[in-house]
């Protein structure tokens, strides 16, 4: 019988964990190294994500059950190190410092050891056991490397777990080491890292005057460390705990000390060199893995950016070729059921059978055609990123955003917009420079997300039938170039010609993880469902409600007369004023577009087509990719960089959306005559 550990007691004060009663178990890892697939392959549904408290970084718990003891397993957020140079560093080693979780799990990509181990020198010198996880061992083998784990673990004096958890290799051994070392049934005798021997001495004395002021539950070796280290938040901490006196004797020895940090990271790869040097066999000189043998055509400037081209227009075809039958089908259910709905609330008042039937079934009901498409998308997205590939993506973007006065890692929450542009403005945060990242969130809104991209998706087979696709890349190209144009204009009175440099590390190919996959598509299209359920239906029965009072009839409303202010602009676009509307409501939510449409017009398939020449079509597509986006990411625009920049913000997008479909209405009508 399993028995399951007790929960170390720690005062409430200096808890925030989600698991009193539980183990907590607290997941550390580098970027890329798989650490997202251990904690799904762990928890499966049974987690929760929300906020960090205090910060906007994402929050990832859950639990798992192994034998009678049930773990709550906490997710920190991807960090090089416990230096804090970001936000996840802060939070990762703040959680582990104040939390006192029971065990940390440090996760390292296997066929990178030396790189991926130096999150684990300083992981150690915290007060909680460490157990590492050598993961995609099966990278590692492809790649030519041979790891032996028993040496290694020897060498380390930690447990030390083999494992894919892409292919859910090494789980049950995990969660068997996790309780034997609970129980201390497993030997944990860490040999840590420690500094070079020409600033030992200078250690020793720090350690000695900061250990009676140092506050709880901080230790004071790490601290000291720290400060050799030049933490700036450490130093902020330690200059209000110490007397002003002793701080300036500190100081002093810091600055005549400043080299120490070569020291300390000169002491930590040896260390890292010595651990694994018995337990890592290398492949034979000239040897090349497979990684190499792809990145030498996909990160080619040319053969890559053909590549990736390719894997676009790719994306497009498949979405529309499986998504759009699927969509077509889910959309005659829909009016075949808000038709029999009609019929079987006949003896309501007429306006509340409309309500039921037109506002609440054929509106938000009709947004859930989307969910063919939004699934193909985000299984796409999910694959390109458990590859490795989207790391390729941000590479070969790094020349095209430096005309821009930016760099690869830009690129890589500009993508994450393609998804949503929320967590896109969000993920700025990775960017050092205050310019760089305000002209990365101001480009951010014309990065085309899902839920634009979906309403494109439904409205393009209506205009263009026979040209879908071509037309869809055309649109989602156009707004990339619109962006790079944007962005070089920008540059120039934003950054000044200020230029970044771009350091990133390109994860090895491996093989997506399934289980990963489906929930990243769960989760987002459940995300999806619940707003089609709120803002969406509640959009939906007040653009119904303003279309039906004060008369039953749609050019009698009070949204004609709301909308017949629109009349003037749209003109100009060869848009009448139902379609002008859309559009505006469309900042509540994109896909409120469609929910208006079929509120004022019914049938689209049927009536669409018929209203708008090519000209005008071209021109509202373009004005709906263009336009300001939904009122959750101008709320996340504020929050970031304040009032003044979003107004400015909203105000370059609408010149942009109006005047583009504008510009492409009568140049198209000139053309076509």
Known sequence: MTICPAHKEIAPAQRRSTSAIHPVVALAGQPNVGKSTLFNMLTGLNQHV???????VEQKSGTFTYGDCTYTLVDLPGAYSLTANSEEERITRDYIIHERPDVVIAVVDAAILERSLYLLAELLLLPAPVILVLNMMDVAAQEGIVIEPQVLEAALGIPVVPMVAARNRGLLTLAATLGALL????????????????????????????TPHTPHPYPPDWVALKLLEGDEEVQAMMLDALPAPLWEEIHALLREHEDAILDIAGARYAWIGRMIRAAVARPRVGQVGLTARLDAVLTHPVWGTGVLLI?????????????????????????????????????????????????VVGGAGM????LPILIIFFIILALLEDTGYMARVAYLTDRFMHMMGLHGKSFIPLL????????????????????????????????????????VAVLTPLFFPRYVGLVTWGLVVGNILLLAIIGVLMHRFILKGEQVAFIMELPLYHTPNLRTIGLYVWQNTLAFI????????????????LSYFPAGEVELSYLAHLGRTLEPV???????????????????????????L????????????????????????????LFIPCVATVATIKQEVGWKWMFISLLILLALSLGGGVLVYQLGSLVLG
């Open 530 to 545: 619940k707003k089609a359920g709120t803002i969406i239906l509640g959009v939906s029965i007040i653009i119904w409600a």
């Open 570 to 596: 749209g003109a100009w676009m060869g848009l009448s004023w139902q379609m002008m509307l859309a559009l505006f409501t469309s900042f509540i939510a994109k896909e409120n577009t469609i929910a208006t």
């Open 311 to 359: 894997v676009l227009g790719f994306v497009f075809w498949l979405t529309y070729a499986i998504g759009t039958p699927l969509m077509d089908g889910i959309a005659d259910l829909i009016e075949q059921g808000a038709g029999l709905l009609h019929g079987a609330l006949g003896g309501l008042p007429a306006w509340m059978a409309a309500l039921l039937a037109d506002g």
């Open 50 to 56: 929300g906020n960090w408290p205090g910060k906007t």
């Open 598 to 625: 079929n509120i004022l017009y019914g049938d689209l398939e049927a009536t669409l087509p018929a209203l708008l020449s090519i000209p005008a079509a071209l021109a509202l597509l373009v004005t709906q990719m």
């Open 183 to 210: 129980r201390e049934e497993r030997a944990y005798e860490p040999r840590r890292p420690t500094i070079l021997p020409g600033h030992e001495s200078v250690l020793e004395e720090i350690i000695t005057h900061i």
């Open 416 to 455: 994450l917009g393609f998804g949503c542009n929320v967590p896109s403005i969000l993920g700025t945060r990775i960017i050092e420079t205050k310019r760089a990242r305000l002209l990365t969130i101001l480009l951010a809104p014309l990065v085309p997300c899902a839920a634009r991209l979906t309403v």
């Open 367 to 370: 947004v859930l055609t989307f």
